[in-house]
């Protein structure tokens, strides 16, 4: 299995980004997180961009900056925990939402229209390897599916869906096995995919167990 660091480019997908605003080699307190990254165009100078907690208590800790002139953003805080990257609604069309762990350290990402985690903390790496292979397996499902509609013979396509079902569930499998628990972990186990037995799944659900007590506050995303 290739390592696991560069949930680059994605939840998706890819590509190279310079350092944001020159601070490769800044300093950062204990625990605290970065995630900066810039949008492909101008045109959304201004436009307010959210990281939405996946999950947590109500009302979500919503935080919220404002694009630069030159697309870029950065947002900083001290709690570790998955959330989503997403545009305001009126700009959102076009851009990919991004799925991030706020981890302590410097993440870089790219949103388009296959956004992607470029360069960062080892768990946003992760992440970006397995939003690749869920894309890949989703892709192969959706030839299956294609094939099914128009009629083509079972022999042909339940290899395929087969072959991409027990792939995709020995990738999770050793992807979280690996790794062990964690933030970014224990939220792919939430939503396994691919063949997976029902030993294996026993397994995972006791090595990835949260001990999170979600019903009490949980602290936002700024001090």
Known sequence: MKKI??????????????????????????????????????????????????????PKPVDSVTVARDGSFRFTGNVEQVAVLRLDWHVRFGIQELLVVTEPGVTRVRLDSI??????????????????????????????????????????WKPIADSAAVSQGEFIYQLLTTSGPNTATRFIGTMLSGRIDSTRRAELKELLADTIDYTKPQPGFRR
């Open 115 to 156: 956004s992607s985690c470029i360069e960062g903390t080892p768990q946003n790496m992760l992440l970006q390897e397995w939003k690749e292979h869920q894309q890949n397996f989703l892709m192969a499902r959706a030839k299956v599916g294609k094939m099914r509609q128009e009629r083509i013979s079972e022999e042909i």
């Open 5 to 58: 660091f560069v949930i680059v480019a994605a939840l998706t997908g890819l590509s190279a980004l310079t350092a944001c605003h020159g601070r490769r080699n800044e300093r950062l307190a204990e625990g605290e997180f970065v995630i900066e990254g810039k949008l492909p165009a101008e045109r959304y100078e201004g436009a307010w961009l959210y990281m939405v907690p996946m999950r947590g208590p109500e």
